[in-house]
Structures are given as C-alpha cells and as structure tokens.
C-alpha cells in the first residue's frame, strides 16, 4: 500500500516538476524576447510571420473542411432531436453551447498539435542534433527568444485565428443545413445565435484558445528542447509532446468549463 | 550590445567533466593571447567539451574561467553577450541553420545585433565570401550544396562578426588545398585590417599546423601544457 502511495507522491511530484519547467521556459522565452532590447525586432518578426503562415494559414482548408462537416454533422441531430421535442427556434443556443464553448476550441487544438505541434517538436529536436542551438548561442543569439518565443506567439496568434474560423464555418454548415431541412431563413438562424451568446462565452473563447495554443506550442517546444544527442530521440520526443499537450489542454478546457459555468449554473440559484 | 575587447583569458583550478569522464581536472592556465594556437587533444570528445566551455555552451564543473579577470561562468547570456560578441567559433561539421539559405546563415548575426546597416553588410559580405567563392552556393539551402561549401560557410560565419577572437574546429577539414591557403590568407587579412587578435584552433593535419600554430596548447593528463613551436620550420601550403 504505501509503495502505491509512494508512486503516486511521485508522479504527482514529477508532474508538478514538468509544469514549472514549461512555465520557466515560457517565462524565459518571454523575458528574453522583450527585455532583451538589443536584438533586432525584424528578425524576430520574420520568425514569428512564418510560424502564423505554417501553422495557421496552411491549416485553413482542413480547418474549414472540419468546421463543415462538425457543423452540419451538429446542427443535423440538433434539429432531427428538437423536431421530436419541439422549440427548433432554440438551434442558436445549442450551437453556441456546443460549437463556440467547447468542440471549436477542442478540435482547433487537437487539431493543431497534430499538424503543428509535431512540426515543432521534431524540428527543434532536429536542430537540438544539428547543433543549431549551439550555433545560435554562440552568435550571441538566445534560442529562448529567437526560435521558443517566436513560436509560441506564433501559435497561440494562429490558434485564436483557427478557432474563430471553426466557429464561423460550423456556424455557415449548421445555417445551411436547417435551410435546407427545416426551411429555417438565415436570418432567423444568425439571430438565435447572436441572442445566445454573451460576453462569457467570447471571452472564455478567447481565453481557452489563448492559453491553449500557449500550452500546445510550450509543452511542444519544451519536449524537441529535451532532444540530446541522437536522431533517435525525436520521433520519441514528438509522441510524448503530442500525448502530454492533449493531456494538458484536455485538463485546462474541462477545469475552464466547470469553473466557468456551474459557477454560472449556482450564481443564478438553481441546483445541480 | 556593445563588444567586450578580450585582453586575457585565465582556467583557474578549473575541473571539466563529459558524461563523468574527467577532462581537466584542477588545471591553472593562462592562455597565450595575440597568437595562432594550436590545441592538441587526444581525442574529439575532449575537443568537443573543451571548446563547448571556452564558448560557454556548457558550464564548467569547479574553479573559475576567466576572461579580462571575469570569472564568466558567473555570467547571465545577456552579461555574456558583451564578450560573445567578440568571440567567433567555427564548428567543425554542423551547426548551419537547415532551414535557411547560405546567405542568411551568414547574415544572421550580423542583422539580429544589427552590427552593420544595409549597403554596409552587402560590402562585407562580398568580402567574405571571396575567399572561398561561394557565390553560385550563397542562395541554396546546406542541404542543397556540396559538404565542403557548407564548411566553408561554418568558417566564414565565426570570421562574420569581425571577432577579436577565434575558436577553429579542425578547420582544414574538406578543404581543398587552395581553400586552405584562402583560409589562411583569411586569417592574416582579419589580423592586418580588422580586429582578429587571438585564433586557438584544432586540426589533424600537421602540414596545416605548421603553416598556422605559433604555439601549441596540450592537453594530456587533464592538465593544459604550453609548447613553443619552431618558426623557422613554418611553410607555406
């Protein structure tokens, strides 16, 4: 019983250990990127340009294709259900509750650490063997600022992006598909929408693909950092950067969630 | 970020271990300066953590490592820099950016500290590049071009900077004899008209030794030993 324990205490302890080793990285990143004033901003621009480009621009028709199809997929069972029990007016705020509050920021993510989280891990592990680091090191230039703080400003730009895009193209299906079922006019459908969300729900968006796109790209970068010596170290690296980011932001949107709303849930006096 | 000038550099009881193998161990050493020096080790391993630490890529385990009586190893990346910036380092096989051009390589630094305005770096680069025609290369991934172009592009990158001082990785190595001699004309040039003073180097290659050392540096039984070397015997390549 108290090896069990003792295991345990000890998972807990190096999982706490890796948390604070993404922060500091993150921190540095940052500190070194802004306080360091003597580098040049353009460079620096450069880097960041081009991880929006692979990770959000590239991203897009998959992203557009999956927004489609969830929407449609969405609204489809939605109205099949609420035909059954009546109020299909009430499709809006069940696409908010469903699209903008949780499978939009989920499936961006996921998303996104297949495409790009792997990108990043195998490449900053590649350049770990390459010798690239050392090499930016003694050009005097920190690879905390010039190859992680880049990426992860990158990231989380093209996450919020991507996120904003899933919604936007679910939403457009979902219309689309209570047109043609139900006859449902646009206008009728855009307005349930609009009078369903509030200023919560745009700013726990905003929130949970701001910080989801920090975690995917730190934990990414932290892992193809971990990279020593040897090629073989890097397809490990990627699987453990995919495994442990799903974790965490599975973690943060579900503590999010239940923060957010049966809070909201108790705040307005019902039971749960 | 201003350049540091690079007076002295001083091991003071410095112990260096690689992966627990001992590789100096309390050594006291004051580097000869304004020379061409010769490091010889026993084997890369040796070589690879010795200049790693005298770049400050890795740490030194005891003692002080001092540069103009700054023990360095004490030194935040960012107070570092100051003396960074005046040490080049030429890495022996990798260390290109993969995913840039040959040109970018070699701008890299040069536009991240902003050391040189446009119409400047342009000039310089020119400059640099003539000693080993690498034109027809600059624009091409390392990927893309011959192993020996990308060496010398490793090369050029330490001289870059316009450096006081140069660490060489077996500098000669895929070179052809005429790009040796351009190298070493490189070198000379770099003293005569800009601010090279020091070159420590390591190479397999006596003859090359012969036409570059003014002093050898031995490493053997974990201690850092001087022996002068006989001018008179230098050749040209």
């Known amino acids: 019983m108290i090896a069990v324990v003792d295991r345990l205490g000890q998972k807990v302890f190096e999982n706490f250990n890796y948390s604070w080793k993404l922060f ?19 460079t ?13 621009w590239q991203a897009m028709p998959l992203i557009v294709f999956l927004a489609a199809g969830t929407g449609a997929i969405i609204s489809l069972q939605a109205v099949m259900q609420m035909t059954f029990l009546g109020g299909v007016d009430a499709i809006g705020q069940f696409m908010v509750m469903i699209v903008l509050r949780e499978v939009g920021p989920l499936l961006t993510a996921l998303i996104v650490v297949a495409r790009s989280g792997t990108a990043v891990a195998s490449e900053l592990g590649s350049m770990q063997v390459n010798k690239e680091m050392d090499a930016l090191r003694t ?12 990426r992860i400003v990158g990231g989380v730009i093209s996450v919020l992006c991507l996120a904003f895009y899933f919604v936007l193209f679910a939403a457009l299906a979902g219309a689309t598909v209570c047109r043609v079922i139900k006859g449902m006019p646009f206008d009728v459908y855009f307005t349930s929408i609009s009078q369903a969300a509030d200023f919560g729900d745009v700013f726990v968006f905003f929130l949970k693909n701001m910080i989801g796109g920090l975690i995917i790209f730190s934990v990414c970068c932290h892992q193809g950092m971990q990279v020593e010596r040897s090629p073989h170290e890097i397809p490990q690296v990627t699987t453990k950067a995919v495994v442990n980011s799903t974790v965490y932001i599975l973690g943060f949107y579900m503590f999010l969630t239940c923060y957010y709303y049966l809070e909201y849930v108790t705040s307005i006096g019902l039971p749960l | 970020m201003k350049k540091i000038a690079i ?24 580097f000869p300066m304004n020379q061409n020096c ?13 200049y790693h630490s005298m770049t400050q890529l890795v740490g030194i385990e005891k003692g002080q490592y001092l540069i103009n009586g700054v023990n360095v190893p004490d030194l935040s990346f960012e107070e570092f820099l100051g003396y960074r910036l005046s040490i080049g380092f030429g890495f022996s096989t990798r260390g290109l950016l993969h995913n840039q051009t040959l ?12 050391l040189f305005s446009g119409s400047e770096l342009k000039d310089w680069m020119e400059t640099c590049v003539e000693y080993f025609d690498l034109h027809d290369a600059l624009d091409k991934r390392p990927a893309e071009v011959s192993t020996n172009s990308q060496k010398c592009t490793l090369i050029l990158r330490a001289f870059i900077g316009q450096p006081e001082l140069i660490f060489l990785d077996t500098p000669e190595l895929m070179l052809s004899t005429k790009l040796q001699a351009n190298l070493l004309q490189m070198i000379d040039d770099h003293r005569k008209h800009y601010n090279l003073k020091h ?16 002093q050898n540096i031995i490493l053997n039984h974990k201690r850092l030993n001087k022996v002068e070397v006989n001018k008179k015997l230098r050749i040209a390549l």
């Open chain 2, 199 to 214: 070159v420590f180097f390591s190479t397999y290659d006596e003859q090359f030794s012969d036409c570059l050392s003014d």
């Open chain 2, 103 to 114: 040109r970018q390589n070699l701008e890299l630094p040069l536009r991240f500290h902003k």
């Open chain 1, 24 to 42: 500091l990285m993150t921190y540095l990143s940052f500190r070194s990127a802004l306080v360091g004033r003597n580098q040049g901003w353009r």
């Open chain 1, 139 to 150: 050009m005097g230039i920190n690879p905390l600022s010039y190859v992680i703080f880049p």
């Open chain 2, 7 to 30: 007076e002295s550099m001083q091991f003071k009881k410095v112990t260096m271990s690689f992966h627990e193998c001992e590789i100096l161990q309390n050594c006291d050493f004051v």
């Open chain 2, 38 to 50: 010769r490091i010889v080790f026993k084997n890369d391993r040796e070589k690879f953590f010795f």
């Open chain 1, 44 to 56: 620096l621009y450069g880097v960041v340009s081009a991880q929006i480009y692979f990770t959000g």
